[in-house]
């Protein structure tokens, strides 16, 4: 199966000379669930926001679908970004708009900038948005507003806006850290169930280790921005995660 993410030799050094990545090599296989492990600090989000260039590295190389992203820029840049989709642990919803136009700003990358401003959004971009909605079952919500919605309608909106991407990457960095455990078992059933449908690649940062291996066919740990363990889901032990969260990360 071919790589659909690749790291080579990345290091993150942040200004104020803290290291961020150390020396990551991994390959991501094109439609892997990778759940990505670790305590607060260690690198987690970091190495998530380097694959669409939300952070910047050191040195190093990064390639998605075999091509180098490093010196992206404008309009490369806009392409990536809209081909990998990012889901928050805060959601980034418009929360005085409706449902509806939050999942239409999925496909501002496709519209001049005027456009997507003025919500001059096709019919068939309209229709995309009802079955996006219809794919995280928040159809009835298509007209409410954001904020009245509760933490976990939100996040199944923020994932229906990630789908009129049309990506075949989404990283989502802690998207069930604010949830409770019922909601946090529904929207991961849905990236699942994105992952398994339609074939997305999926790497997502999470702290609890019960959920990572109920949903992911690899696990990776980073601990003090290097990778500590990797591991297709049937090697992992529950014992294993003991050496990841050991408290040794800066």
Known sequence: MESIISFKDVKKVYPNGNVGLKNINLDIKKGEFVAIVGLSGAGKSTLLRTINKMHDITSGDILVNGESIVHYRDKSLRKLRRNIGMIFQSFNLVKQSTVQRNVLNGRVGYYPTWKSVLGLFSKADKQKAVEALRSVNMIEKLYAKVDDLS???????????????????????????????????????????????????????????????????????????????????????????AEIYANKAK
Do not use: C, W
């Not at 078992?185 to 849905?190: C, K």
């Open 151 to 241: 933490g976990g309608q939100q996040q199944r909106v923020a994932i229906a806006r990630t789908l009129m991407q049309d990506p075949n990457i989404i990283l989502a960095d802690e998207p069930i850290a604010s949830l409770d455990p019922v909601t946090s078992s529904a929207v991961m059933d849905d990236l699942k169930r994105l992952n398994e449908e339609l074939g997305m690649t999926v790497v997502v940062n999470l702290h609890s280790v019960r959920i990572a291996r109920t949903y992911a066919s690899r696990i990776i740990g980073i601990r003090a921005g290097e990778i500590v363990y990797d591991q297709p889901i049937e090697n992992v032990k529950k014992e294993d995660f």
